[in-house]
């Protein structure tokens, strides 16, 4: 039944755990559906709690429980503890010295399919455990600040599970009677039970080694099926690369004798750090350049450096409690970014982080479902795993580097490791230890992590001639969130350049005696401050907030003469990107109140002149080049209108596409031909960045009603020997009237149909296709033979894809898109509550739509939220957004 009531959990209501557990001795005797765990917990009371309670209480959720001993020779009896559906109380336990608490229980991976806990995919046993799944496979305590070292002793049939893993070192195995055999793993680093794993499984191994700075030999295994043997090697040499970049950035070194990856088809993550034993979704290790696309290959490396760079930050140092979340994920995430800068285009990985979070983020800010990145309640954790705790909790902490500098951001790391190794700690340890090493104050810096919403920065200039002095007034305010509705001011690093009207930079100096540099970190801390540049011979033109270096709106009304200038001779890589994507919401903006009222459509001149000058450009980086070509997306669109107009979005983009395409034809195709080449297996940045600006082109010209320009796609569809030549040229011909449409999308399933991540790109294409039909087309998948819906990759392929990513058919006027989902909704939640959850986001901003979308969203949340039986995670967003 639905509980009316869910208990919140505060962050003010934090207290110490009441008892610590030393050594945790597991053993697994393995079985699909009545696997037997015993746990052998060596505790003792907290000296650090005032707790005056002598009982213990343990937790555990969808436990049979066989037996309980205090001691290793007194077995409990039902009158010395209470069984309740999510606990385990002992009425008494030893509070003058430690104690050995042995619990024995059974659990049944195979009806698990929430993907918590121990559970069963593909045939294989493996565990996810972050936030609390630990207590889905034992009694414990199961909070991130009970630190413990484990060794785990797996028991399982040689036919059936071949390979056993766990934690840590492998020590001990052999084999056993019945064709049975056992493995023993010991994790020596205490960690949290969230960081546990096991995987258990007929899986095959590919195996390289890693020499660390300090000369230690590490054996580096990933485990696949045997199917997916070949497609590994970008996996293991994306570690490696990892691992050399932790220690050359960070001064990090691994610190087992093995480091194990294994790639698992149903997850409800993108991978998880366990300990020495990483487990993956399979679309972040599985590559092989017919099946995966250049965006596949830099997200694997991302990923793959994500879950190496959580050894230490986020295992070796972990949360307190779940409301610290952006400690180790904020941080985690702003080395991955870096790591992906240094490797591949700094600059088109700025792009790609900034644009996401404006397009994501921002709204998550902007809705009922606002929070801060150390949130201050919550009734369901997984509910947490936020754009906001993670990509705005990233740009909090690229903040601090931008302040401190990267050698002040080091010696701040060093310290927090050096302080931390070994324990759980909050977000203000964090900042405090970069307080310490460089002598600041960030005591306002802090509000970052406590206030919710996105600031606004207001900007005003006045140049005095006379003076030859430009005064820049910044102001800053917030507006109000849930639960949040008076604002103090933040600490904002706001990077500023200077450009003279030639196009040269001109200096900086704030004040006479300060020394002139091309850019400068002006350092915003009032509600409202003034800074003088002086030494100027005419007004320059602002060049604000370079690098995206603050996550705000910036308040600044530019006219497109200046952002057509700014596009052409702003140094800052991103904020000439960005004064490209203003100019054209600014046309677009105009294009949108033209078709509301009916007008024509007739884009503004000097937009096609400003791409006319990108095309006209020579580029070393054709990836950044194809940014600049890329127009602003709707979803982006959609975040610059109070009420939404969805209908009006789409057709005054598709008019900017159509227009920039008659325009710009000639060059266009002689780009495309230019760099229409087969370089199947070539990830270099250079081969990269022609597929990519071949088919940004590609995708323009099929604006254009001719045969020839459909001749083009369908003969990169048939010829193309990677994936991303393939895939562009299918969403080129599914997003348009393309006579060989159904053609294509039958022999690209054909082709494919034993490789699964391939068919959820086949979904996706179909999912977020803006021609008619399309939400027929949909609900028909939900019937395909290759559609499970209890599988995590294929809901977000076809549902996620329909309703994120398809604004124009999610919000169709009937409703019809938001029945859909509230059906799907309503299906997961029996089956998997954080998939579910998940899900729940495309209907929470319902308060942005016209009338009619606010009624039948509105209706559908209702509807969600009265469901008799509802899961914590499924009701708590529904119930926010309605709130």
């Known amino acids: 039944?639905?509980?009316?009531?869910?208990?919140?959990?505060?962050?003010?209501?934090?207290?110490?755990?009441?008892?610590?557990?030393?050594?945790?001795?597991?053993?697994?005797?393995?079985?699909?559906?009545?696997?037997?765990?015993?746990?052998?917990?060596?505790?003792?009371?907290?000296?650090?709690?005032?707790?005056?309670?002598?009982?213990?209480?343990?937790?555990?959720?969808?436990?049979?429980?066989?037996?309980?001993?205090?001691?290793?020779?007194?077995?409990?009896?039902?009158?010395?503890?209470?069984?309740?559906?999510?606990?385990?109380?002992?009425?008494?336990?030893?509070?003058?010295?430690?104690f050995v608490l042995t619990i024995e229980n059974t659990i049944d991976p195979k009806a698990n399919t929430a993907l918590e806990g121990l559970y069963l995919s593909n045939g294989m046993l493996c565990t996810q455990c972050e936030a609390e799944g630990f207590r889905k496979i034992t009694y414990f305590l199961d909070r991130p600040d009970v630190m413990a070292t484990f060794t785990t002793t797996i028991v399982g049939d040689k036919d059936r599970f071949p390979v056993l893993l766990s934690n840590g070192n492998?020590?001990?195995?052999?084999?056993?009677?019945?064709?049975?055999?056992?493995?023993s793993w010991k994790d020596p680093f205490k960690k949290p039970c969230y960081l546990f794993a096991l995987v258990a499984g007929r899986l095959e191994c590919v195996e390289d080694r890693f020499t660390t700075m300090s000369g230690r030999d590490i054996a580096l295994q990933i485990f696949v099926e045997k199917h997916d043997l070949d497609k590994c090697d970008h996996a293991m040499q994306s570690l490696k690369h990892a691992m050399a970049w932790d220690e050359q950035v960070y001064g990090r070194e691994y610190d087992l004798d093995l480091y194990m990856i294994v790639a698992v088809g149903h997850f409800n993550m993108g991978a998880m750090e366990n300990k020495g034993l990483n487990i993956f979704n399979t679309k972040f290790v599985l590559a092989r350049p017919d099946t995966a696309t250049d965006a596949d290959y830099e997200n694997i490396?991302?990923?793959?450096?994500?879950?190496?760079?959580?050894?230490?930050?986020?295992?070796?140092?972990?949360c307190r409690d779940w409301f610290q979340l952006s400690l180790k994920e904020g941080f985690t995430v702003f080395r991955d970014q870096e790591f992906t800068g240094d490797r591949t285009s700094r600059a088109v990985k700025r792009i790609e982080d900034v644009n996401m979070l404006r397009t994501r983020q921002f709204a998550e800010d902007a809705g009922p479902l606002a929070h801060p990145i150390r949130p201050d309640a919550?009734?369901?954790?997984?509910?947490?795993?936020?754009?906001?705790?993670?990509?705005?909790?990233?740009?909090?902490?690229?903040?601090?580097?931008?302040?401190?500098?990267?050698?002040?951001?080091?010696?701040?790391?060093?310290?927090?490791?050096?302080?931390?190794?070994?324990?759980a700690v909050t977000c203000d340890d964090f900042v405090s230890a970069m307080e310490t090493a460089n002598g600041v104050d960030l005591s306002q810096f802090r509000r970052w992590y406590a206030q919710a919403g996105t600031p606004v920065v207001g900007v005003a200039q006045h140049f005095d001639a006379a003076q030859k002095t430009l005064s820049l007034t910044l102001s800053q305010h917030c507006p109000p969130t849930p639960g949040q509705t008076a604002k103090e001011p933040l600490h904002i690093p706001v990077v500023t350049g200077l450009i003279n009207r030639d196009g040269s930079p001109a200096l900086c100096r704030l004040g006479e005696n300060?020394?002139?540099?091309?850019?400068?970190?002006?350092?915003?801390?009032?509600?409202?401050?003034?800074f003088v540049f002086s030494g100027l011979e005419e007004e320059p033109v602002v060049s604000l907030l370079r690098g995206f270096s603050a996550p705000v709106k910036p308040a600044l009304n530019r006219p497109p003469e200046e952002l057509?200038?700014?596009l052409s001779h702003d140094p800052d890589t991103f904020n000439r990107w960005d004064a490209g994507q203003q100019l054209a919401v600014q046309v677009m903006s105009g294009l949108i109140a033209d078709y509301r009222n009916g007008a024509k459509l007739a884009v503004n001149p000097l937009l096609i002149d400003a791409y006319r000058k990108v095309l006209e450009q020579s580029w070393d980086d054709l990836s950044y080049f194809s940014l600049l070509m890329t127009l602003p997306s709707e979803l982006y669109l959609t975040e610059q209108m109070r009420v939404v107009d969805v209908e009006a979005i789409h057709h005054a983009r598709e008019a900017v596409a159509r227009a920039l395409a008659e325009q710009l034809r000639e060059p266009l195709e002689t780009l495309y031909l230019r760099y229409h080449r087969d370089e199947s297996g070539r990830f270099d940045a250079g081969a990269i960045g022609r597929r990519r600006i071949k088919n940004t082109c590609l995708s323009y010209l099929a604006q254009l009603d001719a045969d020839w320009a459909r001749h083009w796609s369908l003969q990169q569809f048939n010829t193309a020997k990677n994936m991303t030549d393939q895939l562009a040229a299918l969403t080129v011909i599914v997003n348009h009237p393309h006579p060989a449409r159904q053609q294509c999308l039958d022999g690209f399933y054909r082709q494919w149909r034993h490789e699964a991540l391939v068919i959820d790109k086949w979904f996706a294409a179909q999912a977020m296709s803006p021609m008619p039909g399309t939400y027929e087309r949909v609900l028909g998948l939900l019937g395909h033979p290759a559609f499970d819906i209890r599988n995590p990759n294929r809901v977000r392929s076809l549902i996620g894809a329909f309703s994120q990513?398809?604004?124009?058919?999610?919000h169709a006027a009937d409703g019809q898109g938001y029945r859909f989902l509230a059906d799907r909704i309503i299906e997961l939640n029996g089956l998997n509550p954080q998939v579910a959850s998940r899900m729940v986001g495309a209907l929470t901003s319902w308060r942005r739509y016209d009338e009619n979308r606010q009624n039948r969203m509105k209706a559908e949340l209702e509807r969600i939220v009265s469901t008799e039986v509802i899961s914590k995670d499924v009701y708590e967003l529904a119930a926010k957004s309605l709130a």
């Open 378 to 423: 919550y009734i369901e954790i997984n509910n947490f795993y936020t754009l906001t705790v993670y990509e705005k909790g990233a740009e909090v902490v690229r903040m601090l580097h931008t302040l401190l500098g990267a050698a002040g951001f080091r010696k701040g790391s060093d310290l927090y490791f050096e302080r931390h190794d070994g324990q």
């Open 1 to 98: 039944m639905r509980d009316s009531n869910p208990r919140t959990v505060y962050l003010k209501d934090y207290t110490v755990p009441e008892y610590l557990i030393h050594n945790v001795d597991l053993s697994f005797t393995l079985d699909e559906k009545n696997t037997r765990v015993v746990s052998r917990l060596t505790m003792c009371r907290n000296p650090a709690s005032r707790s005056s309670d002598t009982s213990l209480t343990l937790t555990g959720e969808n436990l049979k429980l066989v037996r309980v001993v205090l001691n290793e020779d007194s077995e409990l009896g039902d009158k010395d503890y209470l069984q309740t559906p999510d606990s385990l109380i002992i009425h008494e336990v030893p509070q003058q010295r430690s």
């Open 301 to 318: 490396e991302g990923v793959i450096g994500h879950e190496y760079f959580h050894n230490w930050t986020g295992n070796r140092i972990t």
């Open 514 to 530: 300060e020394a002139a540099a091309e850019q400068v970190v002006l350092e915003l801390t009032q509600a409202k401050q003034a």
């Open 805 to 810: 990513s398809n604004p124009l058919h999610f």
């Open 170 to 183: 492998r020590v001990g195995g052999g084999d056993l009677p019945d064709n049975r055999h056992w493995v």
């Open 564 to 566: 057509a200038f700014l």
